[in-house]
Every structure is written in structure tokens, then in C-alpha cells.
């Protein structure tokens, strides 16, 4: 399958100011004599997606995520690298690229504040010359999965946060891109929001076709939404395959909980190494690697009066903070 | 309600305002020796000018001087690089005004009283050079916007660049012969403001001249060096933090 996003050797790298000293005098003296030093963003990025994906893109604050994210989507130039998305170098052919993607960036609002939603989609259709047949058509199908039709009329300013996501993602889709970024998209809402803009994310996925690529910090968000993950860390890729193989690097450590039937004394607990929440429950870490897992699950069930176990394996979030701290 | 209040009142408060200008013209004219060759219906004349050509740029492109180091601070001026057009178009075209519009008003019924009252007998090629001068002022108008944009692009934060356009605008408020020597050299040609109301009146008032075709020059060329500049900073975007 030909990639829809194909990048190799990408690098930024950004000339910023150095300020030695805090204060008053350091202050006077930067206007003086400035340093200047060049940090680089992201480097030796290599990626590829492919159509109808839904890709997390995650990783740390100041990671890199937003770098990337810009420069896919034409905003910024590359200090180095080759980029095609969609047969596309984005930066050289912006304004005809744009046209096939859609971008939403969940901290700066596309819509016109003093006016309804409604206004400003009927302006996107003017700027995307969106005929009038698929405009309505395109309208009225989102309008109906977010179940918007009243909100659309309100100033945008009378609406919440939440309603004002669903219509940021309206104005995203209106005029059909192929392949979508979102950054951010949940920042801030609350988990009914969260969950509307997620299977939102999946129906349109799934009936259009469309790609996502998602960066975002909510790790519940991965787990339900995206097949892809790849993961940033200070500028480089750390990880970049399926949520499916990110298991592959949990360890065989397994939390068990036990609920108990009568307060267990706090020396009995020692006894079994048990971390104990409250009298009536605890919960030991084992790993499942070593020969003794059966005995030491067998002990505490015979020897405690245990009325509910339950044994988790590490989940998704840890793996993940393993990954990038590792 | 808020917004046909806020149009109606700001029209009436502006369609007054500009109403006083021939006025303080009247008073600068009585009080003092005048405008060296300008009778005071010119000098009339020269404000209407002043007035309709202020509503129209302020009309068309008000809003962007704040707006432009607003999106360049905030990140902001990302969503314009992701429609399909030209970011400068973009930006050109969210400098909308309305309350400006009381000023155009006001600026075109004082430009036919002054015409009326001295008489003029407005010839047909002179109607066509005067809209000629109309759009190479806007051009050079625009062509000193994107300047501005491509120095808040570059700078970021500049609080007095607003106030140093402005000033360079306000050259444009005064007849060239109130100017001397060097001043007067850039005046016409170096940064013909006059392409925005001194031409289009000497136009009305039968009084070409050779600096005319320098200004137009100039202005067309500036556009062009606006514009190359213009997109070797856009290159240079660096935009804001998440």
C-alpha cells in the first residue's frame, strides 16, 4: 500500500535567545548584546502513514508533536528533510495542498467569535468553493452525528467549550479533506464531550475514509480511538508501530488485588509483602517470569481470607511512560 | 441588538467626527497665512479628499494593524497559513471596518460640495485618471500593509510600529508645498504619500505634473519588493508554542 504520508530525514531546528540572568540588568543588557543559540525541535524524523489510519501522535510536552504536526500541514518550513503528503511537498504547494486536508488545532479556534457557527461554515464554503449540493449534504451529516442543528445558531461566544469543539470539527470536515490533523482535540472537555468527539473521530473514519493523525496527551484517547501509535520524545521517534506490538514491551509484572472477607492485621500483610489500601484490601505486585507465581497466588488465597482477587497486567500508560523515560 | 447598535452608533459617531475636519481646516486657514497656493475652497477641496480616502483604507483595512501582531503572539496567524489561499490575501482581507463606513459618507458628499463650489467642470479623462489614482494609492497603501506584516512577522512584538506607520501616513494629510527640499523630494517620489490625496486633488484641479508618473512607478515597484519580502519571512515562520 503506497504510503498517503511518506517523511524522511526531517529536521527544524529554531534560533532562540539565551538569557544567562534573570532581572532588571540582564534585561538592559540583552538589548545591548544578544546571545542566540539554535535548538532543534525535531530530528531524523522518519515516518510513514497510510490511508484510513488513525495515528496517535504522543509524546511529552515540548516533544516535538506540534513541530511535526505544522510542518506536515504547510505551516512551517523544514530545516531538513523530504516530505510528500498526499503527492504533496506541503510548504512548496500549500495553498493547492490544503485544499485535501483538514487541520484543527484545539487551542485556536477557526470559528469567528461574535458570530454563529453557522456563519462561519457558510464562509468556509466561499474560501473552499465547496459546491452547494455537498456543503448541505456534508452539513447536515455531521450536524446530525453531533446533534448540533441548535447550536450552529448561537454566537459562538454563548457556547461551551464542548459545543464549540463539536463545530470546530464541523468547519475541519466541511469540505470532505482526505486526511485530517488534529492537535489536540480534546483539550479540556469533559469525558461526555471527550467521548462524543471520539466516536465522531471513528464514524467518520470508518463511513469516509478519512486518515487522522491525533496528537494528544489523553492516553484513553489512544486506547480507544487510534491503530498507530508513534511516539516523540525529545525531537527523535522512540516508537512508531501498532497499540497491538506496544504490549510488547510491558514487562510479565502483574498487580494483584485482594478483597478480604474480615480485617487482615497489618503483620499477617507483611508477612505476604502486601501493600494494604485499607484493612480490608491489598495489592502485591508479581512477576509472572518467575517460577513461584503459582505458589505465592496459591498462599495468599489459602492463607487469607480472601473473598475477591483480581490481576491486572501493566497497563497502556505505564508502558508508555516506560518507553519514554527509557 | 448589540451589533445594529453598535453599526448605527458607530457610523453616526464617525459621519460626525469627520464632519468637523473641514471645519479645523477653516480655522487653520483663517488663523494662519494658509497653504502657500491654495485658495481655502481648494484647501476644502483637499480635505474632502482627505476624508474619503481615510474611510476607504480604514473601511478596507482598519483592523489590521492590531490584528496582525495579535496573531503573530498567540500562534494565531497558523490558521491562515492552512486555507487555501495566500496568507497575505488572508490577512488583507480581515481588516473590515464597518463603523469606518460614516467616513466615506462624510468624505464623498464633501468631495461633491467642493467640486460644486469651485466650479470645476470635471472632464472625463480627468474622472479616469482620478480612479487611476485611487487604486495606485491602494496598491501603495497595501504595499506599505505588507511591510508592516512582514516586520510584526520578523519582530513579533513591536508595540510602536502601529504608531510609526501612522505617522508615516499622516505626511499624506498636508499639501506637498507645505513641504521643503528633501522632505518634499520624498513626499513625491522616494514615499509618494501623495498618490493618496495630493495627486487625486491636483487631478480635480487641472494641475498634472511629471512626479505623477515617478509615484506611479514607484508604487507598483514597491508592491513587488513588498511582496518578494513578504515571502522570504514567511519562510522564516516560526509560529508560537502549543
Known amino acids: 500500500m503506497n504510503p498517503i504520508i511518506s517523511v524522511q530525514g526531517l529536521r527544524k531546528t529554531f534560533k532562540v535567545?539565551?538569557?544567562?540572568?534573570?532581572?532588571?540588568?540582564?534585561?538592559?543588557?540583552?538589548?545591548?548584546?544578544?546571545?542566540?543559540?539554535?535548538?532543534t525541535a525535531i530530528d531524523d524524523i522518519n515516518l510513514e502513514v497510510n490511508k484510513n489510519e488513525i495515528?496517535?501522535?504522543?509524546?511529552?510536552?515540548g516533544a516535538g508533536k506540534s513541530t511535526i504536526i505544522k510542518i506536515l500541514s504547510g505551516v512551517l518550513y523544514p530545516t531538513k528533510g523530504t516530505v510528500k503528503v498526499l503527492d504533496y511537498v506541503p510548504w512548496k504547494e500549500r495553498e493547492e495542498y490544503v485544499k485535501r486536508i483538514g487541520v484543527l488545532f484545539g487551542q485556536k479556534t477557526q470559528l469567528t467569535w461574535e458570530l454563529p457557527a453557522l456563519d462561519t461554515f457558510a464562509m468556509h464554503k466561499i474560501i473552499y468553493k465547496i459546491p452547494n449540493l455537498q456543503y448541505k449534504e456534508n452539513l447536515s451529516y455531521m450536524v446530525s452525528i453531533f446533534n448540533i442543528r441548535d447550536i450552529i445558531q448561537k454566537p459562538v461566544r454563548n457556547l461551551s467549550l464542548g459545543e464549540r469543539m463539536k463545530c470546530e470539527f464541523v468547519c475541519t470536515l466541511l469540505h470532505e479533506p482526505e486526511l485530517v490533523f488534529l492537535d489536540e482535540p480534546t483539550i479540556g472537555l469533559d469525558i461526555i464531550s471527550k467521548d462524543n468527539v471520539r466516536q465522531f473521530i471513528k464514524r467518520v473514519n470508518k463511513e469516509r475514509g478519512v486518515t487522522f493523525i491525533v496528537t494528544t496527551h489523553d492516553l484513553n484517547e489512544i486506547k480507544n480511538l487510534c491503530d498507530m501509535v508513534t511516539i516523540v520524545n525529545h525531537g527523535e521517534i522512540i516508537y512508531n508501530d501498532s497499540l497491538e506490538n506496544l504490549k510488547v514491551h510491558s514487562t510479565y509484572e502483574k498487580t494483584v488485588e485482594l478483597r478480604f472477607s474480615k480485617p487482615v492485621p497489618a503483620a499477617e500483610a507483611n508477612t505476604y509483602k502486601l501493600e494494604m489500601i485499607n484493612p480490608f484490601s491489598g495489592k502485591i505486585k508479581i512477576d509472572a517470569k518467575n517460577n513461584n507465581f503459582q505458589k505465592k497466588i496459591s498462599a495468599l488465597l489459602i492463607e487469607l481470607p480472601v473473598q475477591d482477587i483480581s490481576i491486572q497486567t501493566e497497563d497502556i500508560e505505564t508502558i508508555i511512560r516506560k518507553i519514554i523515560s527509557t | 441588538m448589540e451589533f445594529r447598535a453598535d453599526f448605527i452608533l458607530g457610523v453616526f459617531s464617525t459621519f460626525t467626527f469627520s464632519c468637523t475636519i473641514p471645519l479645523v481646516q477653516f480655522l487653520i486657514y483663517t488663523r494662519t497665512s494658509g497653504y502657500p497656493d491654495w485658495s481655502f475652497a481648494q484647501i476644502l477641496l483637499f480635505s474632502a479628499m482627505l476624508l474619503f480616502w481615510s474611510g476607504i483604507t480604514e473601511t478596507a483595512f482598519g483592523e489590521i494593524k492590531y490584528s496582525i501582531q495579535d496573531k503573530v503572539k498567540t500562534g494565531s496567524f497558523d490558521r491562515l497559513l492552512v486555507l487555501p489561499y495566500p496568507a497575505i490575501i488572508m490577512i488583507l482581507t480581515k481588516g473590515f471596518n464597518y463603523r469606518s463606513f460614516g467616513t466615506i459618507l462624510a468624505g464623498a458628499i464633501a468631495l461633491v460640495y467642493s467640486i460644486l463650489n469651485l466650479g470645476i467642470v470635471v472632464q472625463w479623462w480627468q474622472i479616469l485618471?482620478?480612479?487611476?489614482?485611487?487604486?495606485?494609492?491602494?496598491?501603495?497603501?497595501?504595499?506599505?500593509?505588507?511591510?508592516?506584516?512582514?516586520?510584526?512577522?520578523?519582530?513579533?512584538?513591536?508595540m510602536r510600529l502601529k504608531d510609526i506607520f501612522d505617522k508615516l501616513v499622516s505626511f499624506s494629510f498636508y499639501p506637498a508645498e507645505i513641504f521643503g527640499g528633501v522632505f518634499k523630494f520624498f513626499y513625491l517620489i522616494i514615499i509618494p504619500v501623495a498618490v493618496w490625496i495630493y495627486f487625486p486633488v491636483q487631478i480635480l484641479l487641472h494641475r498634472l505634473d511629471i512626479y505623477m508618473l515617478y509615484a506611479m512607478l514607484i508604487s507598483i515597484l514597491l508592491l513587488f519588493l513588498s511582496l518578494v519580502l513578504w515571502n522570504l519571512r514567511i519562510k522564516k515562520y516560526t509560529s508560537a508554542g502549543g
Do not use: D
Not at chain 1, 19 to 27: D, T
Not at chain 1, 55 to 61: E, S, V
Not at chain 2, 135 to 151: A, D, E, K, P
Open chain 1, 17 to 39: 535567545h539565551v538569557r544567562e540572568n534573570e532581572g532588571l540588568l540582564a534585561s538592559l543588557a540583552g538589548v545591548f548584546h544578544r546571545k542566540f543559540k539554535y535548538i
Open chain 1, 55 to 61: 495515528r496517535a501522535l504522543i509524546g511529552p510536552n
Open chain 2, 129 to 158: 485618471l482620478f480612479f487611476c489614482f485611487l487604486v495606485i494609492g491602494l496598491l501603495f497603501y497595501i504595499s506599505l500593509l505588507i511591510l508592516y506584516c512582514t516586520l510584526c512577522l520578523a519582530i513579533v512584538n513591536m
